[in-house]
C-alpha cells in the first residue's frame, strides 16, 4: 500500500438534512488509502446513500472537509464539480443505471465525454472497452447489444466496466451484488478486484452483507465511522 497521500479523506463533517424526516449524519475521521480495498457495512437508513452522495459531491456537507485525490471538493463549484467526479469516481449503482437502448460501447465510453484526462488514460477507448468486456467474462459480441437486452450479471458486468474504464483513482460500488446468487456474486467480485489491482484503483464498497468482510483490506461499519440522528431539529 502506498504511503502517499489518501485517495479519500473526511475530517469532522456534518450534514444536516431539514424538515419533514430530519436526518443528521457526522463523520469525524474517514481515510481510504491508494490501492485499498475497503468495506462499508451498514443497514437500512443508516447513512450509507447520504455518505457516498457527499463523497461523490451531489450534495454538500454543513461543515467539515471531504478530500477526493486531494482535492476538497467544498472549493469547486457546482460547475466544477460534475467533471471533478467523472475524471476522478467510478461508480458502480445498485440498479446499475445503464442505458437501456444504446449498446454496450456507448454505455462503458460515455463517462470519458466529461473527462479528458481519464480519456487519455483509456488510449484507444473502444479497444480498452471491449478488453474490460472480456477480462469481465461477457460475450465477445456485446459491445453491439443493447444494454437492456442483457441479463442483470451482464447488465452488472457492464456497470463496472464503466466505471473502471480510464482508470479513475477511486471506484465506489454502492450495494452491486445485491441482485446476484453467491457464485455470480463471488466471480464478480474477484473480476472487480483484478481490475482494481491492476490499476492501483481504490475500492470503496457499500454493502449490508458481513460475509465478504474477508476478501477486502479492511472493514468499517457505519456505526464506526459516523453517528445519525433522525428528527434532528
Known amino acids: 500500500m502506498s504511503n502517499t497521500a489518501p485517495i479519500l479523506r473526511l475530517d469532522n463533517v456534518h450534514f444536516r438534512w431539514a424538515g419533514a424526516g430530519a436526518f443528521d449524519l457526522r463523520v469525524s475521521d474517514l481515510s481510504l488509502d491508494r490501492s485499498e480495498t475497503v ?12 455518505l457516498l452522495s457527499l463523497i461523490c459531491g451531489t450534495v454538500s456537507a454543513n461543515s467539515g472537509r471531504i478530500a477526493v485525490n486531494g482535492t476538497d471538493i467544498a472549493s469547486l463549484s457546482a460547475a466544477q464539480r460534475d467533471p471533478f467526479r467523472a475524471e476522478n469516481i467510478g461508480l458502480i449503482f445498485q440498479q446499475f443505471n445503464l442505458l437501456p437502448f444504446a449498446t454496450v460501447a456507448d454505455n462503458i465510453l460515455l ?3 466529461f473527462a479528458p484526462e481519464r480519456r487519455k488514460r483509456a488510449g484507444d477507448a473502444r479497444s480498452e ?17 443493447h444494454a437492456g437486452t442483457l441479463s442483470v450479471g451482464q447488465q452488472q458486468r457492464v456497470a463496472a466496466a464503466r466505471a473502471l474504464i480510464g482508470a479513475p483513482p477511486l471506484i465506489i460500488a454502492d450495494e452491486p451484488t445485491s441482485a446476484l446468487d453467491a457464485a455470480t456474486q463471488g466471480a464478480f467480485l474477484d473480476l472487480l478486484f483484478a481490475q482494481t489491482r491492476a490499476h492501483d484503483t481504490t475500492l470503496l464498497m457499500v454493502s449490508h452483507d458481513a460475509r465478504l468482510a474477508d476478501q477486502f483490506d479492511r472493514t468499517l461499519s457505519m456505526n464506526e465511522i459516523a453517528q445519525t440522528t433522525r428528527g434532528a431539529a
Open 39 to 50: 468495506l462499508l457495512l451498514g443497514e437500512s437508513g443508516s447513512g450509507k446513500s447520504t
Open 129 to 145: 472497452a471491449a478488453r474490460l468486456c472480456r477480462d469481465l467474462g461477457l460475450p465477445a459480441d456485446v459491445m453491439t447489444a
Open 111 to 113: 463517462p470519458l465525454q
